[in-house]
């Protein structure tokens, strides 16, 4: 089986001990972005609420893991391959850490793997730059700027490990994310 890595490399360490675990099921009920939204909503407040003494911290707190966790889900919902995936969650000190377990057919892996390899080299906010004038240019999906805007503008780590399953001709896909909680 062949593993690869993309971004930071200490992201997939990830303790789960202390994480609140979901799993969005496939089934009858097929999985959508709105529940992106639902999940993400739920995650944001559940960390955020130790933050509720300061009505603007908490609003920020809650405001920023809302949009990483609902970017993050809903890549995962928008390009996955049949199955469940897996949510893990946990704010720690003045952090918040996530993984998001899902499989992706190979040819989905191969092209995030290609974009990944040009998003995750040089420095965030000048490739966000670059990429929205790209993306300007031509209507394509896939452009990395929801990534991109994660890195440059929420300061999020972020990391993405394959792991190719060849009988079933797809591959596992855990995405990392770290992003400091802000301060005030």
Same mark, same amino acid.
């Given at each position: 089986?062949?593993?690869?890595?993309?971004?930071?490399?200490?992201?997939?360490? %990830?303790?789960?001990?202390?994480?609140?675990?979901?799993?969005?099921?496939?089934?009858?009920?097929?999985?959508?972005? $709105?529940?992106?939204? /639902?999940?993400?909503? %739920?995650?944001?407040?559940?960390?955020?609420?130790?933050?509720?003494?300061? $009505?603007?911290?908490?609003?920020?707190?809650?405001?920023?893991?809302?949009?990483?966790?609902?970017?993050?889900?809903?890549?995962?919902? $928008?390009?996955?391959?049949?199955?469940?995936?897996?949510?893990?969650? /946990?704010?720690?000190?003045?952090? %918040?850490?996530?993984?998001?377990?899902?499989?992706?057919?190979?040819?989905?892996?191969?092209?995030?793997?290609?974009?990944?390899?040009?998003?995750?080299?040089?420095?965030?906010?000048?490739?966000?730059?670059?990429?929205?004038?790209?993306?300007?240019?031509?209507?394509?999906?896939?452009?990395?700027?929801?990534?991109?805007?994660? /890195?440059?503008?929420?300061?999020?780590?972020?990391?993405?490990? %394959?792991?190719?399953?060849?009988?079933?001709?797809?591959? $596992?896909?855990?995405?990392?994310?770290?992003?400091?909680?802000?301060?005030?």
């Amino acid at each position: 089986m062949t593993t690869v890595l993309y971004g930071q490399e200490h992201l997939a360490s %990830f303790d789960a001990t202390h994480a609140v675990q979901l799993r969005l099921l496939d089934g009858p009920l097929y999985l959508a972005w $709105k529940h992106s939204s /639902m999940t993400s909503d %739920f995650i944001a407040e559940m960390m955020a609420l130790r933050f509720r003494p300061s $009505k603007r911290r908490y609003n920020q707190v809650r405001q920023d893991i809302g949009y990483l966790t609902n970017e993050l889900i809903e890549n995962a919902i $928008k390009f996955r391959a049949p199955g469940e995936i897996a949510i893990e969650a /946990m704010a720690e000190d003045d952090n %918040f850490k996530m993984r998001i377990s899902n499989f992706v057919d190979r040819q989905t892996a191969a092209r995030f793997q290609r974009l990944l390899s040009s998003i995750t080299q040089g420095d965030p906010s000048d490739l966000l730059i670059r990429q929205i004038e790209a993306s300007a240019k031509t209507a394509g999906s896939g452009s990395g700027l929801g990534l991109l805007t994660l /890195m440059s503008d929420y300061k999020a780590d972020l990391a993405w490990l %394959f792991e190719e399953d060849r009988p079933r001709n797809r591959a $596992k896909l855990e995405t990392y994310a770290a992003m400091p909680i802000s301060p005030s």
